[in-house]
């Protein structure tokens, strides 16, 4: 048990490490470095020498990255390029904190919801409730976020106009003043999410209902009401925190489309303009920070499986050889 | 389980007929794209500006005067073909590295899994901005930075799906005849992978026609005046309520396409025997 956690915190540096290089590679050695982005292409070469010295450009990549990557550790997470004398941490932060509520928002509503709806499809299978499910969560997982974001926007926001279509308020105002524009884009983010969740739900309970120990209950006279909550409900539930664990993950990069949509001021929203004004220090530090989310959600979704699975707390269980 | 053995005996639900149909009215339209439409999709019309839809202008047009029609169709063109070639190459490189992977093992699986989990661990779009960032928008960098993303997915599947078939005795037969790891990777493992590998192709083609509307919608997609479905959604929106015509067609037709996949891949997937319910 011990060398697993060790093995595990071990994999997860590496990870980081290897997400690291990815971005920082991705960003920075291939053509149009930071000094163009800064100057256009038609910048005069001595500007453009200047400003890479000044921005230490003229070294090597590979000692960039350490000190990059070694000032992030640190907390140093850079200045912003488009926005003059901005740190990025503050900025990244206060952002991070509005798309930190939209989903906790989101996921509040979306997994519950998924959890019953999956529920109610399994037991019902191929009955009008099931197929009324199958057909909603097609729809879901079929049209593109800024659609059903567009679409919701123009019933809410405009036609019936009950809710703010667009966010006016700044960044930094306090939650309460943001609440009311962050309804549409939680109700967006929850069609998506709740499609994906019910669809592995459902699939999970009908397996386990086709199980003998389910067929057995039903055979001594168990009621129904007990093999649905004791027998079924929570063996079903077990496969799908990992599958939670990724739409919550797929949340981070879904908020940068429904955040530009409703244009909410969080984390996507200022990828989007980071990457429209080329500003390459902000968009390698918010791929980072997301990668870093990403990573601790699943792992938070492997310790809760293997804490609520006896059965695969041996020495035979491999985290990630499964998916 | 092949695909042949079960053509004969299957009964199609009417979903299944519905998404069928949808998909092949989308591929038709894109192949014969400069038959069945009756403008240029690039266009101007400087006097039949925003014009709701008509006889001569099914869909209306645009604030350039723009079929919007023609635009709607070549977009498909530009989509469809932009997700399939991103998701055979996706699917053909996933799955040489993960039967290779599979198979060989050792060091060689370590680093190449390592690189596959840091690739994952960067959420979808991120991934894809971070690589528009350094690439420039175009058509080529969006095939690219599909296959990037959407590669590593197919790896662990098919490395997953291999790692069964490396115990089995035909494959200690093969190499206790001596053949050549070539010969063991592509003739005795590649072919029992092809259906999982088929699977993958239909799923994720339907998940980058998503992904590459998501990114035009950006603004980071194929650069205009080329026609394209998430571009002229957000070109269009502002004006969603004066004039709906503008973003809802190209709306209408990517939801189709993208449902359409979706029913046909989980058909194919439910006609191979491959689970595809328990994946994102």
New interface residues.
Partial sequence: MMWDIVRRVL?IC???F??A???FA???V?P?DVATAILGREAAPKRLAAIRQQLQLDRPASERYWQWLGGFVQGDWGQSLARPDQAIRPLVLERLRNTFWLSLLATCIGVPLAIILGVLAGLRRNQWLDSLVSVIS??G???????IG??L??VFG??LAILPAVTIVQADAPLTKLLPSMILPTLTLVIVMVA?IL??IR??VIDIMQSEYVQMAYLKGVPQRLIIWRYIVPTALL?TIN?VG??V??L???V??VE?VFNFPGI?RL??S???D?D?PL??A??LI??FI??MINVVADVATLWLTPRLRTQFWRP???? | MSLRTHIGNIRLPWAVWLGGGLLIVHLIMALFAAYVAPYSPTAIDTAHIMEPPSPSHWFGTDRYGRDIFSRVVYGGQVALLISLVSAAISVLVGGFLGVTTAYIGGVFDDTVM??I???I???????L????????SGTAVIVLAMVLSYLPGVV?VIR?TALEYVPREFMLAARVRGEHVWHIVWVELWPNVLDVLFVEFAMRA?WIV?SV??LS????GVNPPIPDW?LM??EN?AM??TA?WG?LFP?LA??TL??AL??VSDEIAKLLGVDR????
């Fill in positions: 994999t590496v990870t980081l290897v997400v290089a990815i971005i991705a960003t920075e291939l149009g097609l729809i997982m079929s049209l593109p976020e800024f659609v567009s679409l926007m123009l405009v036609m994906y669809r592995m699939s999970s496969p599958a990724l739409t993950a797929w981070i990069g879904g940068v489309v530009t996507g990828m989007t980071a990457v429209s080329r390459l968009v390698q918010l791929g997301g990668a990403y990573i990630n050889e499964e998916t | 390592r690189i989990d840091a690739m661990a960067i959420p979808g779009v991120l991934l901005l971070v690589i528009v960032t350094g690439l420039g662990r997953a339907s998503l509307s998501g919608f950006l603004g980071f998430g959604v957000s929106r969603l309520v709906p973003a709306m990517v939801s993208v449902v979706n029913v319910g328990a994946r994102i």
